[in-house]
């Protein structure tokens, strides 16, 4: 069975540009996660979907971030005027549920670099 | 607030000894999961191993087990006989009741030969 997908692989943009990334899960899974990951450093938690339930943004770093999902499908990050301090690994991981012991199942992430 | 907190940036092994890597939390659920990941130089991310805070028994997967001491808020990860495939870099992370998953901020674990 497919694993997560995110693409782009990679993103080079320029500062002040608009970037959108995309996720799609592993069917089925209900839960989905995006974290960043700077360079040599752990990942930081950005936004959690479970189902229909209203997502915790809790870990948006700004208002220039925002994500979406459609239904228990594809989610798509984005943010806005980017800046250089927003260059990182975007990481997108999905499980089968949000809660107890289903582990996340992580894409292969966007690298982006702000230029 | 949930807390994940990994003490050690860096750590060393031997070849075929066993490590402790370190990681504390702080939640004040009741309920909630505790996961390790490894993250080798490639990128991608490795589950090994789930704890759940009302098991009666510590995980154990493979050459992999969880210290779990709750009263303590420690989930260390113990690998027995390292090999040189585990050189990488471990995460701790954190489930709540309502799902929200944390990381902590990862151990580089090296093995020598």
């Known amino acids: 069975g497919a694993g997560v997908s995110q693409s782009p692989s990679n993103k080079v943009t320029e500062k002040g540009k608009d970037v959108e990334l995309r996720c799609d899960p592993i069917?089925?899974?209900?839960?989905l996660y995006w974290y960043r990951q700077r360079l040599g450093q752990g990942l930081e938690f950005l936004i959690y979907?479970?189902?229909?339930?209203?997502?915790?943004k809790s870990g948006l770093p700004s208002d220039r971030f925002s994500a979406e999902r459609t239904g228990e499908s594809v989610s798509t990050l984005t943010i806005q005027r980017t800046q250089q301090e927003d260059s990182a690994v975007y990481l997108c991981?999905?499980?089968?549920?949000?809660?107890?012991?289903?582990?996340?199942?992580f894409g292969n992430g966007t690298r982006l670099t702000v230029t | 607030a949930q807390k994940i907190t990994q003490t050690q940036p860096g750590m060393f092994v031997q070849e075929k000894e066993a490590v402790t890597l370190d990681c504390t939390y702080d939640?004040?659920?009741?309920?909630?999961?505790l996961f390790w990941y490894k993250q080798p130089s490639s990128g991608e991310m490795i589950f090994l191993i789930y704890?759940?805070?009302?098991?009666?028994q510590n995980a154990t997967e493979g050459r992999y087990s969880l210290n779990f001491q709750k009263a303590r808020k420690s989930a260390n990860l113990v690998i027995s006989a390292s090999q040189l495939g585990d050189s990488a870099m471990y995460f701790c992370?954190?489930?709540?009741?309502?799902?929200?998953?944390?990381f902590g901020q990862g151990t580089e674990l090296s093995v020598k030969p």
């Open positions: 991981a999905s499980s089968l549920a949000g809660q107890g012991r289903s582990p996340l199942h």
């Open positions: 069917s089925g899974h209900t839960a």
């Open positions: 979907f479970q189902g229909n339930s209203a997502p915790d």
């Open positions: 939640t004040s659920d009741p309920s909630y999961g």
């Open positions: 704890q759940g805070s009302y098991d009666q």
């Open positions: 992370a954190m489930r709540s009741e309502e799902g929200k998953l944390i």
